[in-house]
Nanobody, 121 residues
Framework: QVQLVESGGGLVQPGGSLGLSCAAS????????MAWYRQVPGLQRELVAV???????NYADSVKGRFTISRDNAKNTVYLQMRSLKPEDAAVYHC???????????????WGQGSQVTVSS
């Protein structure tokens, strides 16, 4: 069984920095991509950043230049470093991995439990 466990998040003042991490544990065979999404109540979940297996990364326009996604493939972990945070960045952040578990014949989505990020003075 595969689990994605997030850590980090919390309260930060506007302009501050915060980091999130998400580790995939269990019977992980292969990871195609790992990404961060965020969701504000009443709105659709939004893709923030994605890291593909070949090293390519993509960002939402709203976070380009402020957020950095990175991966530690040896640890099956993805990180999101957030800088110059704005009140509109406040949301619940979820990590997602598209991966294949040992014994499975296909890739599928796995989600972390969500981490609250609050940006307020």
């Amino acid at each position: 069984q595969v689990q994605l466990v997030e850590s980090g998040g919390g309260l930060v003042q506007p302009g501050g920095s915060l980091g999130l991490s998400c580790a995939a544990s269990g019977s992980v065979d292969s990871i195609a991509s790992m990404a961060w999404y965020r969701q504000v109540p009443g709105l659709q979940r939004e893709l923030v950043a994605v890291s593909l297996s070949g090293g390519t990364t993509n960002y939402a326009d709203s976070v380009k230049g402020r957020f950095t996604i990175s991966r530690d493939n040896a640890k099956n972990t993805v990180y999101l470093q957030m800088r110059s945070l704005k009140p509109e960045d406040a949301a619940v952040y979820h990590c997602k991995a598209i991966l294949k578990a040992i014994g499975d014949s296909y890739f599928r989505d796995y989600w972390g439990q969500g981490s609250q990020v609050t940006v307020s003075s």
